[in-house]
Nanobody
Framework: QVQLVESGGGLVESGGSLRLSCAAS????????WAWYRQVPRKQRELVAV???????HYGDSVKGRFTISRDSAKNTIYLQMNSLKPEDTAVYYC?????????????????WGQGTQVTVSS
């Protein structure tokens, strides 16, 4: 079974930095499409960043210039480097994977999700 395990969340003061990690297991090839999402209670899930095997990336408007998504294909792991954190970045952060990018091609949601990791930014 494909499983995504996240780590790196925690409490940080405004202006600080955190790096989230998400490692995939149960799959024997490099994942084609990865994403980070975040969600706060009573609000819609928000796309933070997405990356594809060819190196293309996309960021949500609220994090452009502050967050960077990267990957280590050999380890099937992605990272989210978060700098200049703000209180409004407080959320549960989820990684998601679409191994062959087929669900994305069909306009469907990512088929695999991590359990989420809490990021809290104090004011």
């Amino acid at each position: 079974q494909v499983q995504l395990v996240e780590s790196g969340g925690g409490l940080v003061e405004s202006g600080g930095s955190l790096r989230l990690s998400c490692a995939a297991s149960g799959i024997g090839f490099s994942i084609a499409a990865w994403a980070w999402y975040r969600q706060v209670p009573r609000k819609q899930r928000e796309l933070v960043a997405v990356t594809y095997s060819g190196g293309m990336t996309h960021y949500g408007d609220s994090v452009k210039g502050r967050f960077t998504i990267s990957r280590d294909s050999a380890k099937n792991t992605i990272y989210l480097q978060m700098n200049s954190l703000k209180p409004e970045d407080t959320a549960v952060y989820y990684c998601a994977a679409d191994p062959l990018a087929t669900a994305q091609a069909m306009g469907h949601d990512f088929p695999y999700w991590g359990q989420g990791t809490q990021v809290t930014v104090s004011s």
